[in-house]
């Protein structure tokens, strides 16, 4: 089984930045995808931005040039670093992994078997 605990959110200024960690545990030896997913109220969940083990990303339109998704294998931890800050951008933020490649639509929800509980974003 796997693991998924974000940290990291809270609340900032337009136009500031802010880094969540997302560290894994269990079973994520092997080769895997993970990504960062925000749904803000009213609205359903979407993808913001994937990575796999050979560090390829992708990233939505709407962050892509502000976030930048990146993992620290040797402590099992996901970031997201958030640039440029805008109130669109709160939203709760989570974490997913899936124990292997994903060739495509990677920020597609379907894809992930795992989440987090997520943390909070209000930018403000």
């Known amino acids: 089984d796997v693991q998924l605990v974000e940290s990291g959110g809270g609340s900032v200024e337009v136009g500031g930045p802010l880094t969540l960690s997302c560290v894994a545990s269990?079973?994520?030896?092997?080769?895997?995808?993970m990504a960062w997913f925000r749904q803000a109220p009213g609205r359903e969940r979407e993808g913001v931005g994937a990575?796999?083990?050979?560090?390829?990303?992708t990233y939505a339109g709407s962050v892509k040039g502000r976030f930048a998704i990146s993992h620290d294998n040797a402590k099992n931890t996901l970031y997201l670093q958030m640039n440029s800050l805008r109130p669109e951008d709160t939203a709760m933020y989570y974490c997913?992994?899936?124990?292997?490649?994903?060739?495509?639509?990677?920020?597609?929800?379907?894809?992930?078997?795992?989440w987090g509980r997520g943390t909070q974003v209000t930018v403000s």
């Open positions: 990575i796999n083990l050979g560090g390829s990303t």
């Open positions: 269990g079973d994520t030896i092997g080769r895997y995808s």
């Open positions: 997913a992994l899936q124990p292997a490649y994903i060739l495509s639509d990677r920020l597609s929800i379907g894809k992930y078997n795992f």
